[in-house]
């Protein structure tokens, strides 16, 4: 139980500070879809419709994480429900 609350209080920590850091103007936050079209540029396919260039030196892409499963038999049915580590640190109990 201690580990799972000092991992939601982390994480907790770490998602407020980077909330802070997108929200006080330092940094432009675009969603959508992106494809480089040179070196140095980048269109984006924004979700809310129409698209914009983005011309920079440097570019840093957060992209998330999705689980990637394997094709092994059985696999999924040997691992709890949910069958990631978000799943397992938010059980209450085994």
Do not use: C, M
């Not at 991992?7 to 992106?34: C, M, S």
């Not at 892409?61 to 799943?87: F, H, Q």
């Amino acid at each position: 139980n201690a580990i799972r609350l000092r991992k939601r209080r982390l994480i907790a920590d770490f998602a407020g500070y980077r909330q802070g850091q997108l929200n006080d103007g330092r940094f432009e936050l675009l969603r959508g879809t992106a494809a480089f079209t040179g070196p140095h540029t980048v269109e984006v396919a924004l979700r809310q419709g129409g698209t914009t260039t983005v011309r920079a030196r440097t570019f840093l892409i957060a992209t998330g994480s999705v689980i990637a499963w394997p094709d092994v038999p059985g696999l999924r049915d040997a691992i709890l429900e949910g069958g990631d580590s978000v799943t397992a640190l938010a059980l209450e109990s085994f």
